[in-house]
């Protein structure tokens, strides 16, 4: 599989095990913004199994530079200078930034009454490596690993957020930020559902929150993709909603 990280700069292992993922948050929901996060490691989930067969995981599937958007207009500011010309942020910055999708996931679950509670979600600037590891190439090595089973992580997981800071933006147009990843097919191509996040042009920056089939889901992206002659991305999701994702 192709898995060069457009924030990374680098490639992936190809693993064809079906692994699931070596690191998860298991997050719990506060209240609007708040929220508290604790990286649970893959041996550490004997004592979480029962609970994420229960409630399952959900994979977030989102554009880095829409994450950076949101990170700007909360009057956030880099800490660190572009590492290389292939990578655009740091580790450090790479966190900070993804961690504005996470707490406007948990505002968004907060203002359409969701209750409070823990789920387990795989964040990838959060999941890729021990949280405890700073060294950049320590780090790279793992995300390597991790980003080669990328697929099986987002297959195995419940449902699949998928978000982009595009207003009104129903994820499936070819317009669509999220739509333009390398990673985009391999993270949506056998979800089973999918919980879309909307931005609202509204001065609260409210964000919507639905739930639905992936198999609609996909099958809107089909659409789209045909009506603009992508032949090819249309024939992958075309197959893949025939071949019996939901």
């Known amino acids: 599989m192709l898995s060069k990280s457009p924030s990374a700069g680098g490639e992936g292992e190809f693993d064809p095990t079906g692994r699931r993922p070596r690191w998860m948050l298991k997050v719990t929901f506060c209240g609007a913004a708040k929220l508290k996060k604790k990286q649970v490691e893959q041996v550490e989930f004997e004592d979480e199994e029962a609970e994420i067969k229960a409630n399952g995981y959900t994979a977030i599937s989102y554009p880095m530079d829409s994450a ?38 948990g505002r968004a679950r907060f203002l359409q009454g969701y209750p409070a509670s823990v789920e387990y979600i795989w964040l990838d600037e959060f999941c890729l490596s021990p949280e405890e590891v700073t060294d950049e190439e320590e780090v790279e090595k793992e995300r390597r690993k991790e980003l080669g089973i990328l697929a099986d992580i987002f297959r195995g997981a419940e449902q699949v957020l998928v978000f982009c800071a595009r207003e009104n933006c129903n994820h499936t147009s070819i317009e669509c930020p999220w739509g333009q ?24 920056g409210f964000w919507k929150l639905k739930p639905m089939g992936a198999r609609n889901f996909k099958n809107d992206m089909q659409r789209a993709a045909a009506e603009h002659r992508y032949f090819h991305l249309s024939t992958i999701l075309q197959h893949a909603t025939n071949a019996g994702s939901s």
Do not use: C
């Open 68 to 105: 950076e958007r949101l990170f700007k207009e909360a009057g956030k500011k880099l800490k660190d200078p572009q590492p290389s010309p292939n990578r655009k942020w740091s580790l450090r910055d790479r966190k900070r930034i993804s961690w504005h999708v996470l707490v406007e996931y």
């Open 181 to 204: 990843r390398l990673f985009t097919i391999g993270e949506i191509l056998h979800a089973e559902k999918v919980m879309t996040l909307t931005r609202r042009p509204r001065e609260d």
